[in-house]
């Protein structure tokens, strides 16, 4: 157990409808992260925060994707109008950034198909 | 940015038989390199990295990576892998402000 959890851990929806995942980071780490994963590719980072603060989104955050960190703890991540192509393996990861390089830890991830 | 490519996407092994898994950086200053690994519906989780000082680094479960500058080189290697070993591997790399930048990742399959 990482200590980072992800909810949930698979979501089917219908194209077109709206999902949020949530992400609970390690508790004294205060930068989080979102990935996207598909089969046979590596993760391919979307957003991260530095305590509540968006600091760097990713030009694969479309529009239609926003993620929040209400007070630097949870963050959720959420996918409107979904589309086929949305559907993957959403990852989340924390670390403690103060000095060197900050190792991050990765939740299991939610799955998620679009239908 | 510093990105790292991972060549071999497939490989299949018997066990006891010795593993290396590729991996190329692209020069970017200080090099900093990591490797992941990811069993069947577990997290990712880190294996081992490098971050100055001997080239040769020791991981988990028997791992071992070997930083090669003059090649970009940064391979995983074990000598006798298990069955337990099936997972995806990631070689990784710290892009822009501190965040992991994946490769594409090499999936092993260990037949016992």
């Known amino acids: 157990d990482t200590g980072v959890s992800q909810d949930p851990r698979h979501k089917i929806t219908k194209r077109g409808q709206n999902v949020t995942f949530r992400c609970d980071p390690i508790?004294?780490?205060?930068?989080l992260y979102w990935y996207r994963q598909t089969l046979g590719q590596g993760p391919e980072f979307l957003t991260y925060?530095?305590?509540?603060?968006?600091?760097?989104k990713s030009r694969l955050l479309s529009d239609r994707f926003s993620a929040e960190r209400p007070k630097g703890s949870f963050s959720t991540l959420e996918i409107q109008h979904t589309e086929q192509g949305d559907s993957a393996m959403y990852l989340c990861a924390s670390s403690l950034v103060k000095g060197g390089y900050p190792e991050a830890f990765f939740g299991q991830g939610t799955r998620l198909t679009v239908v | 940015a510093q990105s790292v490519s991972q060549h071999n996407h497939h490989v299949i092994l018997s066990e006891a038989a010795s593993l290396e898994l590729g991996c190329n950086y692209s020069y970017g200053g200080t090099v900093n390199l990591f490797w992941y690994v990811q069993y069947p519906g577990q997290h990712l989780q880190l294996l081992l990295k490098?971050?100055?000082?001997?080239?040769l680094v020791k991981g988990i479960k028997g791992f071992e990576a070997e930083f090669i500058k003059s090649k970009f080189s940064f391979n995983l290697r074990k000598p006798s892998v298990q069955w337990s070993d099936t997972a995806e591997y990631f070689c990784?790399?710290?892009?822009?402000?501190?965040?992991?930048?994946f490769g594409r990742g090499t999936s092993l399959i260990v037949h016992p």
């Open positions: 490098y971050f100055s000082g001997d080239p």
């Open positions: 508790s004294e780490h205060n930068r």
């Open positions: 990784a790399v710290p892009g822009g402000s501190y965040i992991p930048t």
């Open positions: 925060f530095q305590n509540e603060a968006q600091l760097e």
